[in-house]
C-alpha cells in the first residue's frame, strides 16, 4: 500500500496534480476540500456551517475533517493506496491521520510539497474563480486570508513529517506536465 501527502499552498496545483498522480498510480484520492464541496451541493447541515467558514478563508474545525477522513478510509477497504489533497492541514489532523493509517498496518510513505510564489497564487486563484463557481475563489481578501491561514496552521504539518525524512520539495511553478514529472519521479522511488 501507498499512501501520499500532496502538500502546498492554496492553488499550488494540488487538485491539478492529483487528477494525474491518481490516474498514474491507482491510487484513492481523498481531498478534503471536495468533500466538504459535496457537503455543501447537498446543502446538509455539516455543508452549511463548512461554506460560512470557507467564505471567510478560514479552516474548518479539525474534528469535522477527520471524522471525513475516517470515514473515507472505512468506505474504502480494497484501496492499492491513497493520495490525500489538502489534508491534513493542521499537526492535530496530522496526528489523527497517523493513527487512521495505524489501525489499517499503514503510514504515510511521502509529502510531496508544492512550492509555489504568493502572486502567483493569487493570480492563480482569482483566474480559477472567474470559472469554478467557487466564492472563496472570486475575492482577493479572502483569498489572501487563506494563504495566511496557511501560513499560520498547515505550513507546520511540512514540520512534523520532515521529523521522520517523508518530506520532498517539488517546484510548482512551470507546465502541469513538467511538475507532474517532477512528482512521479518521487513516487516511482517507492514500489507499489
Ligand atoms: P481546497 O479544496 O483544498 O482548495 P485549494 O487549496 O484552494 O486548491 P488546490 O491547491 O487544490 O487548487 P489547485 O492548486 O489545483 O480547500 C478549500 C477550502 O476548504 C480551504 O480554504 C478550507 O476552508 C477548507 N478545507 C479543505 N480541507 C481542509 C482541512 N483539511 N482542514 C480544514 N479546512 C479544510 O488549483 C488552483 C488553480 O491553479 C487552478 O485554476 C489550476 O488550473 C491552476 N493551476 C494548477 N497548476 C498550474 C500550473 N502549473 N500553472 C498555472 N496554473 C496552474
Same mark, same amino acid.
Given at each position: 500500500?501507498?499512501?501520499?501527502?500532496?502538500?502546498?499552498?492554496?492553488?499550488?496545483?494540488?487538485?491539478?496534480?492529483?487528477?494525474?498522480?491518481?490516474?498514474?498510480?491507482?491510487?484513492?484520492h481523498?481531498?478534503?476540500?471536495?468533500?466538504?464541496?459535496?457537503?455543501?451541493?447537498?446543502q446538509?447541515?455539516?455543508?452549511?456551517?463548512?461554506?460560512?467558514?470557507?467564505?471567510?478563508?478560514?479552516?474548518?474545525?479539525?474534528?469535522?475533517?477527520?471524522?471525513?477522513?475516517?470515514?473515507?478510509?472505512?468506505?474504502?477497504?480494497?484501496?492499492?493506496?491513497?493520495?490525500?489533497?489538502?489534508?491534513?492541514?493542521?499537526?492535530?489532523?496530522s496526528?489523527?491521520?497517523?493513527?487512521?493509517? &495505524?489501525?489499517?498496518?499503514? @503510514? $504515510?510513505?511521502?509529502? /510531496? #510539497?508544492? %512550492? +509555489?510564489?504568493?502572486?502567483? =497564487?493569487?493570480?492563480?486563484?482569482l483566474?480559477?474563480?472567474?470559472?469554478?463557481?467557487?466564492?472563496?475563489?472570486?475575492?482577493?481578501?479572502?483569498?489572501?486570508?487563506?494563504?495566511?491561514?496557511?501560513?499560520?496552521?498547515?505550513?507546520?504539518?511540512?514540520?512534523?513529517?520532515?521529523?521522520?525524512d517523508?518530506?520532498?520539495?517539488?517546484?510548482? &511553478?512551470?507546465?502541469?506536465? @513538467? $511538475?507532474?514529472?517532477? /512528482? #512521479?519521479? %518521487? +513516487?516511482?522511488?517507492?514500489? =507499489?
Open positions: 500500500m501507498l499512501n501520499i501527502i500532496l502538500f502546498g499552498p492554496p492553488g499550488s496545483g494540488k487538485g491539478t496534480q492529483s487528477e494525474k498522480l491518481i490516474a498514474q498510480y491507482g491510487l484513492k481523498l481531498s478534503t476540500g471536495d468533500l466538504l464541496r459535496s457537503e455543501i451541493a447537498a446538509t447541515p455539516l455543508g452549511i456551517e463548512a461554506k460560512a467558514i470557507m467564505d471567510k478563508g478560514h479552516l474548518v474545525p479539525d474534528e469535522v475533517v477527520i471524522g471525513m477522513i475516517s470515514s473515507a478510509l472505512e468506505a474504502n477497504p480494497t484501496a492499492n493506496g491513497f493520495l490525500f489533497d489538502g489534508f491534513p492541514r493542521t499537526e492535530a489532523q496526528i489523527a491521520l497517523d493513527g487512521l493509517l &495505524e489501525l489499517k498496518n499503514t @503510514e $504515510i510513505a511521502l509529502v /510531496l #510539497s508544492l %512550492e +509555489v510564489s504568493e502572486e502567483e =497564487l493569487v493570480k492563480r486563484l483566474q480559477r474563480g472567474l470559472t469554478s463557481g467557487r466564492s472563496d475563489d472570486t475575492n482577493e481578501n479572502v483569498i489572501r486570508a487563506r494563504i495566511v491561514e496557511y501560513h499560520k496552521k498547515t505550513s507546520v504539518v511540512a514540520d512534523y513529517y520532515k521529523k521522520f517523508k518530506v520532498k520539495n517539488i517546484k510548482g &511553478e512551470g507546465t502541469v506536465d @513538467e $511538475i507532474f514529472n517532477a /512528482l #512521479s519521479e %518521487e +513516487v516511482n522511488k517507492f514500489s =507499489l
